[in-house]
C-alpha cells in the first residue's frame, strides 16, 4: 500500500512539472491577464486545439491550461469560489492524476477518471479525519484505511463507501 501511495505521488508530481511546462504553443487570441467573462472570448475558445491558453466562465470560474477541440484536455488548473483542481483533463473533465481542493478544507490528491476519484487516492477532511486508499467511481473502494482525527483506525476492504472486512 505505501509503495503504491508513493508511485501516485510520484507520478502527480511529475504531471506537476510537466503542467508547468506546456510543451504546446500559447493559443491564438489567448490573454493571459483576462478578467471577466465575454461572448465573444468565449467563442474563441471553444475553437482552441492542441495548444496552452486561458479561460474564464461566466460565474468567474478560471481555467489555465491546455486545449484540444474547445475542451480543457491535457494539464490544467481550475478554480472557482475557494475551490482548486491542478491536474490532468480529458475531454473537459478530471481524468489522471490531480489534486482538488475544497472551500471547505478538504482535499483530495490522487487519480480521477471521469471526474471522479478512481485508482489510488488520498482524501484529507478538514476536521482532521483521513482516507488512504483505493477508489471507484467516487467512493472508497477496495483496500484502504481511514484513520479518524482521534486516532482510531478503520482497515480493510471497502466497497461503495463501506468498510466490509
Avoid at 508530481?13 to 487570441?29: A, K, Q, R, T, V
Avoid at 471577466?36 to 470560474?61: D, H, L, Q
Avoid at 467511481?137 to 482497515?155: H, L, P
Amino acid at each position: 500500500m505505501k509503495k503504491i501511495l508513493l508511485y501516485t505521488f510520484l507520478i502527480f508530481m511529475i504531471s506537476n512539472i510537466s503542467f508547468s511546462e506546456s510543451s504546446l504553443p500559447e493559443c491564438e487570441g489567448n490573454d493571459k491577464n483576462i478578467s471577466t467573462f465575454s461572448v465573444k472570448y468565449f467563442m474563441n475558445y471553444r475553437k482552441w486545439t492542441n495548444c496552452y491558453g486561458t479561460a474564464i466562465g461566466p460565474n468567474g470560474e478560471i481555467y489555465v491550461g491546455e486545449f484540444y477541440k474547445g475542451k480543457f484536455h491535457g494539464n490544467g488548473m481550475f478554480k472557482h469560489e475557494g475551490r482548486k483542481y491542478v491536474g490532468q483533463y480529458k475531454k473537459h473533465k478530471k481524468h489522471g492524476n490531480g489534486t482538488y481542493k475544497y472551500a471547505n478544507g478538504d482535499e483530495y490528491i490522487g487519480e480521477w477518471k471521469n471526474a471522479k476519484y478512481h485508482g489510488q487516492g488520498t482524501y484529507k477532511y478538514s476536521n482532521g479525519d483521513k482516507y488512504v486508499g483505493s477508489w471507484k467511481n467516487g467512493k472508497r473502494s477496495g483496500e484502504g484505511v481511514f484513520t479518524k482525527a482521534d486516532g482510531k483506525i478503520k482497515k480493510g476492504f471497502w466497497k461503495n463507501d463501506k468498510l466490509v472486512k
